[in-house]
């Protein structure tokens, strides 16, 4: 009991406005349960919505900026909005407009005008894609009221917003965005998805709100009550669709608005005609709006199935190109560059899309379920540019960029432009001129090579072409053994595998017995700079199992000898996936991953391994516009790994408890 208080006494002092307001609320609700209703239903449903939303947005920005903040950005946007809105609707009624006259019966104020004003200031806090995102939702809530409702309050509602977005930087100023603007295509999205989501709104609420007086009204008065919350649901699918760009959104949407719009014409234009109840007699002021209005009400769904048309080219998600022989010569050329990255060779692979900048830079991506994820860094001497222009290129295409497995220099120009970053792995990188076996640290890689020399294994440099049949019959069994044994599917994307190391280009070191046994595999990625090799990446691992006790070990420290003769700089064994960084936990997603790949893959004892041989560990990110794509990208990013995993085993990964 002590500690719960102890918990209300700090939010107290944390969240004094929010709590105060809700504490307010409380009482007014017990004094009149139905205090401020907006959409006056057959009872309070929407007066506690709004003002529990009112405490939540009054608690967020108490969070996120300070009680003093939210107090003034609330009063000042309001009273600008309620004023401004009064002023408007009182002139236009002075004057005799008939719709103003009706919305000056309902109240001005009403909670979400000052929830929709604090959320908008609060949304300048963010960064630009979680704005973006927050401003888009406020924006077609407050339409989607206002063409429904048509009351005081819905007015006031959507000038408070505006208001808010100057009077938000009173005292704090906004947080800066940067340049990079969404594209063509997202815009298109955003709008297309509006305005089914406001005809949604007027069909949903219109068909059952005898107060409501706006255009939409009309529309959603005009469905029948049964069909109304089925065509309202179908509008909200197709604009979630066509949000990932699916071509089933423009499909669903346009059909359900020409349904909408045909039978409000039918309803308030055709059937009175035929029964006689409309006749031409002249336009009256009052008469004239009314005709607008049923126009409008049947002409607006019209005019957003046809913006839906129009649109459908720019906002439908394409397929992943396939790589051309001439891609793979651009890409080639791109390595030979700017290719000394750990995962710069892996572009080559099959199955990888490969997208060429103006300045000759490149990115290898896998698109799945809709995300774009890349195959580590670009492969550019200017990665700013390319990560900007490789986003552009996703989002025109209709896809979520991820950046997979990148370095903190490209995290963190993506993290300066708003992106969020969350850990992927580490990257373990070996200094060729700093390596030694002295140490007691390094007591195992002495008694590796120590005990090779004993038993006379040997270390092979060597390619797959240049290998003996034998001995390439025994790596093949080697890697389709270790295959077998696992009790899920082999990974690939930024693991490779048998298909990767015969590469001409990928050397292999093996360790071979006395017996002229192979016991150990490995493979080994080449890294470029200007033209010329500067260090090898490590890539397959495989051990026979009755191989010599620290075979593995030899074999690598090998490699390390050789590269020091071969005067390279570095030696990467590679990434190690879902890997924490030093001196902070794994994520949610890692977690998660780990929890259902570590029995079968062993990336902790990878981990462990890498660390006898002192290499220094860079950290691996993955980097993606916003947290709302999060669940998108977990399942996503398996199937990337595991196409073959199914989507229960998936599902299941991702709930299994911390």
């Known amino acids: ?61 108490e969070r996120l900026v300070s009680s003093r903040w939210a107090f003034s950005v609330a009063a000042a946007a309001t009273a600008a909005g309620v004023v401004a809105a ?44 979680p704005r973006r995102t927050l401003r888009w939702v406020v924006g077609t809530g407050v339409v989607a009221l206002l063409l429904m409702s048509g009351h005081a309050s819905d007015v006031a509602r959507i000038l408070a917003a505006l208001a808010a977005v100057p009077v938000a930087t009173i005292g704090r100023p906004a947080v800066l965005g940067t340049d990079w603007r969404p594209s063509v295509q997202t815009r298109w999205r955003s709008v297309l998805a509006s305005i089914l989501v406001i005809v949604a709104s007027a ?28 065509a309202s649901v179908l509008l909200v699918v197709s604009a979630v669709l066509i949000m990932r760009g699916r071509i089933l959104g423009i499909i669903l949407g346009g059909t359900a608005l020409a349904a909408v719009a045909a ?51 720019k906002v439908v998600r394409r397929p992943a190109p396939v790589a051309t022989a001439l891609d793979r010569r651009r890409l080639h050329a791109a390595l030979k560059a700017s290719g000394d990255t750990t995962f710069a ?34 492969i550019s001497d200017d990665p700013r540019l390319a990560l900007r222009s490789f986003a552009a290129f996703c989002e025109s295409r209709g896809w979520t960029p991820v950046f997979y497995s990148i370095h903190d220099e490209s995290a963190s120009v993506l993290q300066a432009e708003g992106w969020t970053r969350i850990p992927v792995g580490t990257d373990a990188v070996i ?75 990928v050397r292999l070191m093996l360790a071979i ?13 080449p890294l470029h700079r200007d033209g010329e090799l500067v260090g090898w990446t490590l890539d397959v691992m495989r051990r026979d199992r009755g191989a010599m006790p620290g075979a593995m070990e030899f074999a690598i420290v090998s490699t390390v000898q050789q590269a020091a003769a071969d005067g390279l700089k570095t030696i990467g064994l590679s990434g190690t996936p879902l890997a924490a960084h030093e001196g902070q936990q794994a ?28 290499a220094r560990h860079e950290a691996l990110w993955m980097s993606y516009p916003q947290p709302l794509h999060l669940p998108r990208i977990g399942p996503a990013l398996l199937r990337t790994y595991v196409p073959s995993l199914k989507l229960t085993q998936v599902v299941r990964a991702l709930r299994v408890p911390s």
């Not at 017995?513 to 990625?525: C, E, F, I, P, Y």
């Open 345 to 378: 060779h892996m572009a080559t692979w099959a199955g990888n899309s490969l997208w060429f900048g103006v300045d000759g830079s490149a990115v290898a991506y896998r698109v799945r379920d809709g995300i774009a994820f890349t195959v580590g860094d670009p």
């Open 431 to 505: 200094d060729v001129e700093d390596f030694t076996l002295s140490g007691r640290r390094r007591t195992d890689l002495r008694t590796a090579v120590n005990r090779a020399g004993r038993e006379r294994v040997s270390a092979v440099w060597t390619t797959y072409a240049d290998a003996a049949p034998s001995v390439r019959g025994q790596v093949d069994a080697l890697c389709a053994g270790w295959a077998d044994d696992k009790r899920l599917p082999e990974m690939g994307f930024t693991l490779g595998g048998l298909a990767e190391l015969t590469d001409p280009e």
């Open 587 to 614: 994520g949610w997603l890692s977690r998660r991953m780990s929890r259902l790949l570590e029995p079968s893959y062993g990336f902790s004892s990878l981990e462990r391994f890498k660390a006898k041989f002192g």
């Open 86 to 129: 009064w002023g408007v609707l009182s002139a236009a009624a002075a004057l005799g407009e008939p719709m103003s006259q009706e919305a000056l019966g309902y109240q001005v104020w009403t909670p979400s005008v000052t929830s929709a004003a604090l959320l908008v200031a609060v949304s300048s806090r963010l960064r630009p894609a």
């Open 263 to 313: 039978n409000t014409a039918i309803e308030w234009i055709v059937r009175p005609m035929l029964d006689g109840e409309i006749i031409w007699r002249g336009l009256t002021g009052e008469e004239a709006e009314l005709l607008i209005i049923v126009l409008l009400s049947g002409g607006l769904p019209t005019s957003a199935a046809l913006l839906l048309a129009l649109g459908a080219r």
């Open 1 to 61: 009991m002590r500690h719960v208080l102890s918990r209300l006494a700090r939010s107290s002092l944390r969240y004094p406005l929010s709590l105060a307001l809700a504490a307010a609320a409380l009482g007014a609700g017990v004094a009149r349960a139905t205090w401020a209703s907006e959409v006056e239903l057959q009872g309070a449903h929407f007066s506690v919505l709004s003002w529990i939303l009112l405490i939540v947005s009054v608690a967020t920005a």
């Open 203 to 230: 069909l949903a609420l219109g068909s059952v709100s005898p107060n409501a007086t706006g255009v939409l009204a009309w529309t959603g008065a005009a469905i029948d009550p049964i069909v109304a919350p089925i």
């Open 513 to 525: 017995g006395a017996d002229g046994r192979v016991q150990v595999v490995t493979s080994w990625l």
